[in-house]
């Protein structure tokens, strides 16, 4: 009987460490790549906010200096606001009265150079953010980074490039 109690309560010691070993190192790895992803994932949102910034400066530069060589009622909505804190919608509304005004501007005038100037570097702005969008939005929509997206309360943003 002392041989039977031997056999049953034997504990292979060797076995139980090498599982604990290879639970401990995987363990590693997913803690290891989680601070790698969501690394990622928040520098790649702080250059779309860094970008939207930017953009958010030019596009109230622009509709400054639009409003003052071209009168149009709808950018008193506009004057006194703050553009970063508009909704998306509000300032695709004001980029595309801009962009209808601009076509008042005369190109030709020598005193309107500053404000086409002002009027390309939005829409550089606006194309260097939509890019950013895009890369954000396809890094958001991929495994792994959806899931910790997810858990980050990340959401896919919407392009001011018109589908035409």
């Known amino acids: 009987m002392i041989v039977i109690s031997n056999v049953v309560f034997a504990i292979r010691w ?10 401990l190192v995987l363990l590693g790895a997913v803690s290891v790549a989680t601070i790698i992803i969501t690394r990622r994932l928040k520098n790649t949102y702080k250059e779309l906010y860094r970008q939207q910034s930017k953009f958010d400066i030019e596009l109230r530069k ?15 909505k506009y004057e006194n606001v703050v553009i970063k804190q508009l909704s998306f919608p509000e300032k695709k ?15 030709e005038d020598e005193n309107n150079q500053y404000v086409i100037e002002t009027y390309d570097n ?3 702005m606006r194309r260097i953010l939509d890019s950013k969008i895009l890369a954000f939005n396809q890094l958001i929509s991929i495994f792994p980074f ?3 997206a997810k858990i980050l309360k990340m959401k896919k943003m919407p392009y ?5």
């Not at 001011?160 to 035409?164: A, D, G, L, P, V």
């Open 62 to 76: 622009s509709m400054n200096l639009i409003s003052k060589v071209v009168q149009v009622e709808a950018f008193d």
């Open 93 to 107: 509304e004001l980029l595309d009265l801009l962009m209808n005004a601009y076509h008042s501007v005369d190109q």
């Open 14 to 23: 060797d076995i139980i460490i090498e599982v604990s070993i290879l639970v």
């Open 160 to 164: 001011y490039t018109h589908n035409e």
């Open 146 to 148: 959806d899931f910790y």
């Open 122 to 124: 939005l829409h550089e």
